[in-house]
């Protein structure tokens, strides 16, 4: 599967140890943290991240859904190129939340399965 890395948000395991991640939990967690970032947000990484949140505070419809979709799409095919990518709008829930779904396919992985994650904004 390959090396893990740190679960963020931080959170300490049963032994006192910091989490780790892998494998394809390790994509989820690394989409997450593309989409939930501004780009330019971090001055030591100003490219990662997603400008997809310009359209958040609009007008809400199906079509501004399909545009961030697409935004968070090249996104993560730019940032994250272990895998392939492939970012649908799904719905806006009665309580404000904005829902994608979100396909991979790690390049590395032997199985040909597509994955599925729906992310709330």
Request: aromatic share 6%.
């Given at each position: 599967m390959g090396a893990s890395g740190l679960k963020f948000p931080l959170?300490?395991?049963?032994?006192?140890?910091?989490?780790?991640?892998?494998?394809l939990s390790k994509y989820v967690q690394n989409a997450k943290r593309i989409i939930n970032t501004i780009k330019r947000e971090r001055f030591y990484e100003p490219n990662m991240g997603s400008t997809g949140y310009k359209l958040l505070f609009r007008n809400f419809n199906p079509q501004n859904g399909a545009i961030i979709a697409n935004i968070f799409q090249e996104s993560l095919n730019e940032q994250e190129p272990r895998a392939l990518w492939n970012v649908s709008y799904v719905e806006e829930?009665?309580?404000g939340k904005v829902i994608f779904r979100v396909f991979f396919r790690s390049k590395n992985e032997e199985a040909s399965d597509v994955f599925t994650e729906e992310f709330e904004i």
């Open positions: 959170t300490i395991s049963g032994i006192g140890r910091f989490d780790t991640v892998d494998g829930t009665l309580d």
